[in-house]
């Protein structure tokens, strides 16, 4: 398929990989944001996607990381990757479980990828600039719909990322040791919600998945920091 093709060929271009293409790819990447998002949240790298092509891990996350070389390509990716994950909390071929770590895996690589993009000298001028968010759905117009409670569940996530966004941009602090809750705090909390209120019924006969206390939570925040530690490996392949 084209987008496998184009995404081995950009991949193993690492740092070469061309500016001018990283708002397509991104676009691109978030109208197959199922199969992205199965690349960026399976550790074992056996989970196949329900349609679409299975992708390779290293190659996501190289391009990944270009993209997040720019702000508007990076945002671009990252609210249709809240969109993916929010949907796949309405998967009922899986586990509850699964699609709350899978969650926490998929933001846990968005945000090793941001970090390797933004720390050489190749950031681009973009980051720097202040930005202020209008709208969530203006992003992401180009977006299947996958029905109206996932969109609605996307939209309010994405809200929350933007909050995190705007008080990391105040901050203007850079931790690499930070983890990654720290700065994902709210895109987190919301997901977690989204997830419990999929899985009501699950989280009432599970007390590990209840919202009392922050329980789940944390639970998505390992999962989350599990991401990031896990494909920290993964930096996208150099030329």
Known sequence: ????????????????????????????????????????SDASETRKPEHGPQLESDQVMAVTKQISRTKESYDTLQAGMNHAMVA??????????????????????????RRHALKDDLRDYTWDKA??????????????????????????????????????????????????FADRKRQLNALARQWHEVNKEYAAHNDEYKLADGVLYKKIDGSANDGNDRFGKVRGRQP
Request: charged share 25%; net charge negative; aromatic share 6%.
């Open 1 to 40: 398929r084209v987008f496998v093709k184009a995404l081995g060929e950009l991949s193993a271009k690492g740092d070469d990989m061309p500016a001018a293409l990283r708002g397509d790819m991104a676009k691109i990447m978030v109208n197959h944001g199922h199969e992205v998002h199965v690349a960026m």
């Open 88 to 113: 796949d909390f309405h998967d009922k071929s899986r586990n509850p479980v699964d699609t709350l770590k899978s969650a926490g895996y998929t933001v846990g690589f968005m945000e090793e990828a």
């Open 131 to 180: 930005v202020s968010y209008h709208t969530t759905g203006g992003m992401l117009n180009f977006v299947p719909v996958v029905g109206d409670a996932a969109q609605r569940g996307a939209d309010m996530v994405t809200s929350a990322w933007i909050q995190d966004e705007e008080k990391r941009a105040e901050s203007k602090v850079v931790d690499e040791n930070k983890a990654v």
